[in-house]
């Protein structure tokens, strides 16, 4: 029981893991490339499992699509929607 309670556990967590990834699309413009190459430039890039996306531009990667945004934060002395200035 303990070993499935484990293993259960171990097998979310890298499920977890390989959701948190960000995807990004590459591709180099107006430009013929094989996947070698694009295979070859990521491994380049990548620093402790980290892409370092100004070495991709160097090498004449263009991200298609671009990261997430960020959620905007609020600003705490606004109204809410829907409400009026006080009088």
């Not at 430009?31 to 160097?58: P, V």
């Amino acid at each position: 029981m303990r070993h499935t309670l484990t293993l259960s556990a171990l097998g979310i967590a890298i499920v977890a893991s390989g959701c948190a990834t960000e995807e990004r699309e590459w591709m180099k413009l107006n430009q013929k490339y094989t996947t070698a190459e694009f295979r070859r430039d990521l491994a380049a890039c990548t620093i402790k499992g980290k892409l370092d996306e100004e070495c991709m531009k160097a090498r004449g990667w263009v991200a298609v699509a671009p990261p997430k945004a960020e959620p905007k934060k609020e600003d705490p002395l606004s109204q809410p929607p829907g409400r009026g200035p006080r009088r």
